[in-house]
């Protein structure tokens, strides 16, 4: 429930964020830029574009200087729209980048920012993103404070409470995470040929940004950057807590429980997305609302 309300709240905000920022509709998914190479040789041909222009100027100007305003208007406007694509295709704005750690906390290794393409993980990069989300410390904090609230309101009495309860819910936490994150981040993704990441829309109204967002749960690119149905979340989650029920009491392990844990899962990947999605706007705003609050005051 505390959950709900936090998603709840930072969507209101970035509700408040879209509104301050109105931007024009993206489809769907978000645009492929163009690759490295295509870029490099577009950056070649500028630059022999440019110094062309200024060895015409030169002669221009030892000439007489009667055309070096014309000459200039031609050199502003030629190069002003391939530069535009170069740096479009590398970078995105400061204010829709994906920072590496969400509020400092949560790892947000997944995420690529709006409008970056980068080539599919490899089987050896999954792993490494799959491991640096599952030793994270904040992932420790997480269990921790989610077995609390189970051990609180005693949510499976056969454990008991205290330290010993606290402790039967932790490592079962643990565990649940760690086969949560090895399957889908890693194992799955590197059989289906699934990129895991989380590709960020970042433009758009506020509804099309959060389907999008939400339904990355189930639609995903391929290798080859083609949407395709997201067996690694379904697959991953499924399995997970399919191993999950030879370890929990017998008395949770029923179709029922099992179904509900599943869906809870995902749900949480997909509220997640949707934080991942909106949470640049959330700290533009509030980065833009703290400076402006604190700009001095003219005398």
């Known amino acids: 429930m505390r959950f709900l309300v936090t998603v709840f709240l930072c969507f209101s905000v970035a509700a408040s964020a879209q509104s301050a920022n109105p931007s024009t509709d993206l489809p769907n998914a978000p645009v492929s830029h163009l690759n490295a190479q295509l870029s490099a040789s577009n950056e070649a041909g500028f ?149 895991e990441r989380y590709f960020a829309m970042g433009q758009g109204s506020f509804w099309k940004r959060t389907e999008y967002s939400g339904m990355s749960v189930f639609i995903t690119p391929d290798y080859h950057g083609k949407n395709t149905f997201n067996w690694a979340e379904i697959l991953g989650r499924g399995v997970s807590q399919a191993v999950s029920l030879t370890y929990y009491p017998s008395s949770v392990a029923t179709p029922s429980s099992y179904f509900s844990k599943f869906g809870y899962a995902v749900g949480r990947d997909a509220l997640t997305n949707v934080f991942r999605e909106f949470y640049p706007d959330i700290a533009h705003l509030a980065s833009r609302t703290f400076h402006r609050k604190n700009k001095p005051k003219a005398s």
């Open 47 to 195: 630059s022999a574009f440019e110094g062309l222009t200024a060895l015409s100027i030169s002669q221009s100007s030892a000439a007489g200087g009667q055309s070096t305003s014309s000459t200039s208007s031609g050199e502003n406007s030629k190069p002003s729209k391939p530069s535009s694509v170069t740096s479009g295709a590398q970078t995105s704005p400061t204010d829709e980048q994906q920072p590496k750690r969400i509020l400092g906390l949560m790892p947000n290794y997944r995420a690529v920012s709006a409008g970056v393409r980068p080539p599919p993980p490899g089987p050896k990069e999954s792993f490494i993103i799959a491991t640096e989300n599952n030793f994270d410390y904040s992932q420790y904090v997480f269990v921790g404070l989610t077995s609390l609230m189970a051990e609180g309101t005693n949510t499976h009495p056969e454990f008991g409470k205290g330290v010993g309860g606290y402790w039967s819910y932790y490592w079962r936490g643990y565990i649940d995470k760690s086969a949560g994150d090895y399957l889908i981040i890693f194992a799955f993704p590197t059989l289906f040929h699934e990129d």
